[in-house]
């Protein structure tokens, strides 16, 4: 049985929020207050990546293209780790 992937599901949550909002943009900033423990965790991880910035009185807005390289990245890292697999797999097969 697959376990869905919390880290990256809560993120766009957290993501998907603001852009609802419009929060995209220092002038566009607006309050955030997560419910749930994982949007926590989410919300500290994107401030920690600087892709959910402040505007210093406690309202928040998302940086669209950090979002955007952030994602990008992921998929990157999930690519490569998949045709790691693969390779792993074929040699396996072949001995």
Do not use: C, Y
């Amino acid at each position: 049985m697959a376990i869905p992937p919390v880290r990256p599901i809560s993120e766009r949550k957290v993501a998907a929020h603001f852009l609802e909002a419009g929060a995209v943009s220092m002038a566009d900033a607006i309050p955030f207050a997560p419910a749930r423990p994982s949007r926590v965790r989410a919300f500290e991880r994107l401030k920690g990546a600087d892709v959910l910035r402040t505007d210093g009185q406690g309202k928040w807005w998302l940086d669209e293209a950090r979002w955007n390289g952030r994602r990008s990245d992921r998929r990157t890292r999930v690519v490569f780790a998949m045709l790691a697999v693969g390779v792993a797999a074929a040699v396996a097969a072949l001995r």
